[in-house]
């Protein structure tokens, strides 16, 4: 897997830089990595794809959409846990007007609803940037969108795996649900900032509420859409105490050891 973010690099530095926008630039190219693993249950499961599919419904992210350099934005999505939900991606697809979004929002509500087991937020990053250096289309930023309610345990370590993805220009994101304890010291927000996203402007948004998923989704959205820097109270973590970003690994192997 270290070998494919490596020849996401490489492949990153030789793409030339378009004098002028064309039919196939967008202002971002934005792939949305869900978490569905088990240590969630089927109701929350449930309310996620439904934040995500009302999000992407919503005027707020239409007008963010529209407000841009080039006034559309390439999608993507899919479902992991220990690996990439098999069936689970929706390739790319070219966001301009609320009817383009509503057939995005419409495909990823008519997709089974599939809890899987461990959670490989690095395989995760590696399928969201492949995802990119596949996509037809040329954007201004390249955006992983990764949600999730827990540290990684399964596949490549994931902060290495982050650093060669922000090499390669990618912005990372995360919106972690908070919704019962992680197991990571200091919240799994604050494992996010300092193990998972990564690059210009990238930031945690959490979510302690299941039913204040929608509007975080949304707000999400917007901000990445938009490529605007977060309010000060996002992605601020107060704890300065540096992170093990093996901790998942770790309480994973604890679990059989005892």
């Not at 064309?22 to 971002?28: F, K, L, P, R």
């Not at 963010?64 to 080039?70: D, E, H, I, N, P």
């Not at 345990?153 to 990372?172: F, H, L, Q, Y």
């Not at 919240?187 to 996203?197: E, P, R, S, T």
Request: aromatic residues 6%; charged residues 20%; contains cysteine.
């Amino acid at each position: 897997m270290f070998a494919a973010i490596a020849m996401i690099v490489s492949l990153s530095g030789t793409i030339p830089v378009a004098a002028q926008l064309g039919t196939s630039d967008v202002d971002v190219k934005l792939v949305l990595a869900v978490d569905t693993s088990r240590s969630m249950d089927q109701e929350e499961v449930r309310i996620q794809r439904e934040g995500y599919v009302e999000a992407l419904k919503h005027n707020e992210f239409i007008e963010a959409v529209r407000g841009g350099l080039t006034g559309r934005i390439a999608i993507s999505y899919f479902e992991w846990a220990g690996y990439v939900v098999p069936d689970s991606v929706i390739d790319w697809h070219l966001i301009e007007t609320k009817q383009d979004a509503v057939a995005f929002a419409n495909k990823l509500e008519q997709r089974p609803l599939i809890a899987e087991r461990r959670t490989s937020i690095s395989t995760a990053i590696i399928q969201g940037a492949a995802m990119i250096v596949s996509s037809p289309y040329s954007g201004l930023r390249e955006v992983i969108d990764v949600s999730g309610d827990g540290t990684n345990n399964s596949g490549n370590p994931v902060a290495p795996t982050r650093d060669k993805a922000v090499e390669a220009g990618i912005i990372i994101n995360g919106l972690t649900l908070m919704l019962r304890p992680s197991g990571a010291p200091g919240g799994l927000d604050k494992y996010y900032a300092d193990c998972v996203i990564g690059g210009p402007g990238s930031f945690v948004l959490p979510v302690y509420r299941i039913e204040d998923f929608a509007v975080a989704v949304r707000r999400k959205l917007v901000l990445e859409v938009s490529g605007l820097a977060p309010t000060p109270t996002i992605g601020k973590i107060a704890d300065q105490s540096a992170t093990d970003c093996l901790i998942g690994e770790r309480q994973w192997q604890d679990m059989f050891e005892r």
